[in-house]
């Protein structure tokens, strides 16, 4: 009985590792697609040349340089960034769609507690707060789209919720989802727990994460 339970406890860990040496190698491959330096001083050269014609338009090439440098060189020894960095990406995230809709987003983002010193797997919280750009009612003062970070020690709780916009529904593939769960899987095991709420009205998630 001892010897069947520490086999299937190896097991699972082979099988954890594995997938995180798998994910990691589709980041890695999809970070060597792009060369930096060619990226990165072609936006200088567009921000240099934006500037004296727009500077809303230059403010959201800076922005899109940022987003960009972060989802391309962020990743420390140990896989993990500082989780100040992380959600300063998700403001920069949305700071960029509010350009965008001149600031008519009806957007709240609010962070609880004390973020500092704290790491987290880099780009996990993204795809939920695209998804509510993606198919939420972004216009609605009476139903903004809520972006909630509470910190309490090393427990981390995010929330987002959005109500659905009417339009055409956009389409897609739930492969951000997907890959979010199976990183949360890989690298968070039994430290996190994600719940969501899909309505035909409204659309919530509900992540809790040790980190």
Do not use: W
């Not at 999809?30 to 060619?38: R, T």
């Amino acid at each position: 009985m001892y010897a069947s339970v520490t086999y299937a406890l190896r097991t699972q860990r082979q099988l954890r590792e594995q997938e995180r040496g798998l994910l990691e190698a589709n980041i890695a491959f999809l970070k060597s697609q792009i060369n930096p330096h060619f990226l990165f001083n072609a936006l200088n050269f567009l921000y240099a040349q934006v500037y004296p014609l727009s500077e809303p338009t230059a403010k959201s090439v800076l922005l899109l340089s940022d987003i960009m440098r972060y989802a391309i060189n962020e990743g420390g020894e140990q896989g993990k960034v500082m989780l100040d960095k992380e959600l300063q990406h998700l403001r920069n995230y949305v700071a960029l769609n509010q350009l965008r809709f001149g600031h008519k987003l009806q957007v709240q983002f609010e962070v609880q507690g004390s973020t500092q010193f704290l790491l987290i797997l880099p780009l996990v919280l993204l795809t939920f707060v695209e998804n509510c750009f993606k198919h939420g009612e972004l216009f609605d003062a009476a139903h903004p789209v809520l972006v909630q970070v509470r910190v309490q020690e090393n427990q981390l709780t995010f929330f987002t919720s959005n109500r659905k916009h009417g339009g055409p529904i956009e389409h897609s593939t739930g492969i951000g989802l997907d890959n979010t769960r199976r990183r949360l899987a890989a690298f968070y095991p039994g430290r996190h727990q994600l719940t969501i709420h899909d309505t035909p009205d409204s659309y919530a998630t509900h992540l809790t994460l040790t980190l």
